[in-house]
């Protein structure tokens, strides 16, 4: 089986991605049960990861992106193909990734057909349980690296609202509103009531809000159900408001309107987790230039689509540890006895031989 790890290419010119598809690591446990890795010179780099480290590890470095792909059966991707990257992919390819099909161009998906290619996408691989996989520690980073983007774009030199999060004596804290109570709401709420900022957490599901309640029993942290009384009554009062709504496989619901925003405090601040599935609030986007820091209405939005690239070398070793265990499946079965046998990657099928699944047909 032979695996190609091409450099990343950033989705826009302003939003730089630092993280790669598999770890030096992870290239050392594949070649040791047989397989072939190919990757890209200097793919790595942004992470720390140099190419002598993926050479030491077994890999065979080539240097360009067309010979990344065209040596390899399964190429392993953090983001889906940007656009130039689209003339180096083969026929009957195989591409895992953070595919987000919702949000995939028509051409994207042209390609796609035209080549028979078979997509893998990380963010719906689910086990029978429900738990998605590879999402749950991505969105545990996530949920962690939302306070240290809240404390900085507080602060007065980029018009943040210049308070603290976690206040002083005499002085209070920041009110932080999250919406949603999955895994990256919870790691957020949890790290925001760390600092001792008086954090409420939105969601329709009561189970969620029973487990965060659980994890954060001693906290300054509020449930509430997520109707649209309670999140206009939060909105108004946020210090910074927190995106964190997904329905996997499918366009984020809007929940916080342009007149929401209108009424948020001069200087808060937005950030939309969501924003890879079109964003949860509806004054976040993806600009084109990727400019992905924005003021509407005097509130500071952040809404960068790869915003663990921040942290480049955790998230590509998470990522790694993530998907070993269906890379190591595939070494020893083939991928398609594997995807006949794990139901995980079942369920992970955007498309198959350049046919789309029913439910992602944009």
Do not use: W
């Given at each position: 089986m032979n695996f190609g790890v091409p450099k990343e290419l950033p989705p826009f010119k302003q939003t730089p991605e630092y993280r790669v598809g598999l770890s030096p690591m992870g290239v050392q446990e594949l070649v040791l049960?047989?397989?072939?890795?190919?990757v890209e010179t200097k793919a790595g780099e942004g992470a720390g990861?140099?190419?002598?480290?993926?050479?030491?590890?077994?890999?065979?470095?080539?240097?360009?992106?067309d010979e990344a792909y065209k040596r390899?059966?399964?190429?392993?991707?953090?983001?889906?193909p940007q656009q130039d990257e689209y003339s180096c992919i083969k026929e009957g390819q195989t591409i895992m990734g953070f595919i987000h099909l919702v949000t995939a161009s028509k051409e994207f998906l042209k390609i796609i057909k035209e080549k028979k290619v078979t997509l893998i996408g990380y963010e719906i691989i689910r086990k029978d349980d429900g738990r998605l996989p590879i999402v749950i520690p991505m969105s545990e980073m996530a949920g962690k690296l939302a306070v240290q983007l809240a404390a900085r774009l507080l602060e007065s030199p980029g018009g943040g609202r210049g308070i603290l999060l976690g206040g002083i004596?005499?002085?209070?804290?920041?009110?932080?509103?999250?919406l949603g109570g999955g895994t990256l709401g919870c790691n957020a709420a949890?790290?925001?009531?760390?600092?001792?900022?008086?954090?409420?957490v939105l969601d329709i599901n009561r189970d969620k809000l029973d487990e965060i309640a659980c994890?954060?029993?001693?906290?300054k942290v509020i449930t509430m159900f997520a109707t649209r009384h309670n999140i206009e009554k939060l909105v108004k009062f946020a210090d910074v408001l927190i995106g964190a709504v997904l329905v996997p496989g499918k366009r984020a619901p809007v929940l916080v309107t342009e007149d929401m925003v209108r009424t948020m405090r001069r200087g808060a601040v937005i950030i939309d987790f969501s924003i890879d599935q079109g964003g949860c609030i509806a004054t976040s986007k993806i600009s084109p230039s990727g400019k992905f820091i924005y003021k509407v209405n005097n509130v500071i939005h952040f809404c960068m689509p790869n915003a663990t690239s921040l942290i480049a070398r955790t998230a590509t070793h998470t990522l790694t540890s993530s998907i070993y265990p269906y890379l190591k499946q595939i070494v020893k079965l083939g991928f398609n006895q594997t995807l006949q046998k794990n139901?995980?990657?079942?369920?992970g099928i955007y498309a198959q031989d350049g046919e789309i699944r029913q439910e992602y047909r944009i």
């Open positions: 049960l047989g397989a072939q890795v190919y990861f140099s190419d002598q480290d993926y050479e030491k590890a077994g890999a065979t470095i080539v240097y360009s992106k390899a059966d399964v190429v392993l991707k953090v983001r889906r004596p005499g002085i209070p804290p920041a009110e932080v509103v999250i949890k790290s925001f009531a760390g600092l001792g900022a008086n954090v409420y994890h954060t029993f001693g906290m139901k995980d990657l079942q369920r």
